[in-house]
C-alpha cells in the first residue's frame, strides 16, 4: 500500500525548512512559486527568519493535454521549452505561440494580483532559495532559474519537498544546489505524496505574503 510523505503544505515546508539550514545565511531571501509554492515556502521562510516573495511561472501545456508541459514562462522572458514534447505531441508553431500568448498575459496578471504596486525583493548579491510544492517535469523550475539568473544573485538553491529520483541532475549547472526532502523512485505526480493537496487559492497566496511582510525580519520564533 502506498503511503504519502505529508501531510500537508505546511508540513512539508517544515520539513524541507531542516533540510536548507546550511543553505541560510543572513542574506537570503525565499521566493515560491505560486501558487502551490507558497505555504511552503513560508514556512520556510519563517523557519530561516528569511523574507519572502514570490516568483510567478506559468506552464505551457499542450494544447490537447493542457497538463502536460511542453515548457513554461517567468519574469523578465525567461522561457524553457521542452522541444521533445513539442515534437511528441506534433504541436504546431502557430498552437504553440497561442499558448505562449494566453500564458503571458495570465503571468502579468498574476503578478499583479499577489503583488500589487509592491516592486520585486532584491535578490542581486543575495542567496536565493526557490521553492515549490514537488517537482514533476521540471518545465517551472527550469524557466523560474533561467528568469533569476538574470537578476544576478549570488547563489540559487532549487528546494522541494519531493521529486523524482535523479531529478537534481537536470539542475547540474542551471542551480547551484538541488535539496529534496525525498526523491522516490515511485513517482507518478507531486499530489500523491500528500495527504491533503487541494488546490491553493488567490487569497491563501495573498495572505501568507502579508503575513511575512508584516513580520519583522530578523525577529524569531513562530508567525
Request: aromatic share 6%; glycine share 8%.
Amino acid at each position: 500500500m502506498f503511503h504519502s510523505l505529508f501531510h500537508d503544505r505546511v508540513e512539508a515546508g517544515r520539513l524541507l525548512a531542516e533540510c536548507l539550514r546550511g543553505e541560510a545565511g543572513a542574506n537570503t531571501v525565499v521566493l515560491a512559486l505560486p501558487r502551490g509554492g507558497v505555504p511552503v515556502a513560508f514556512e520556510v521562510a519563517m523557519a530561516l527568519d528569511a523574507e519572502l516573495d514570490v516568483l510567478p511561472v506559468r506552464k505551457l501545456g499542450v494544447p490537447t493535454q493542457p497538463e502536460l508541459a511542453m515548457g513554461a514562462i517567468a519574469p523578465g522572458g525567461a522561457r524553457y521549452v521542452d522541444e521533445h514534447t513539442v515534437r511528441a505531441a506534433h504541436v504546431t508553431q502557430a498552437q504553440f505561440d497561442a499558448v505562449l500568448a494566453y500564458e503571458q498575459a495570465e503571468l502579468a496578471r498574476r503578478e499583479t494580483l499577489y503583488r500589487g504596486e509592491l516592486p520585486p525583493l532584491v535578490v542581486a548579491g543575495r542567496t536565493v532559495i526557490l521553492v515549490d510544492d514537488g517537482m514533476a517535469t521540471g518545465a517551472s523550475m527550469q524557466a523560474a532559474v533561467r528568469s533569476l539568473r538574470a537578476l544576478h544573485p549570488a547563489r540559487i538553491v532549487v528546494a522541494l519537498p519531493v521529486a523524482p529520483a535523479g531529478a537534481e541532475a537536470d539542475f547540474h549547472g542551471v542551480a547551484d544546489a538541488f535539496i529534496a526532502v525525498a526523491q522516490p523512485a515511485l513517482f507518478f505526480s507531486v499530489g500523491q505524496h500528500y495527504d491533503d493537496f487541494d488546490q491553493t487559492s488567490d487569497d491563501e497566496v495573498r495572505v501568507l505574503l502579508a503575513r511575512a511582510a508584516a513580520r519583522p525580519h530578523g525577529a524569531s520564533g513562530d508567525a
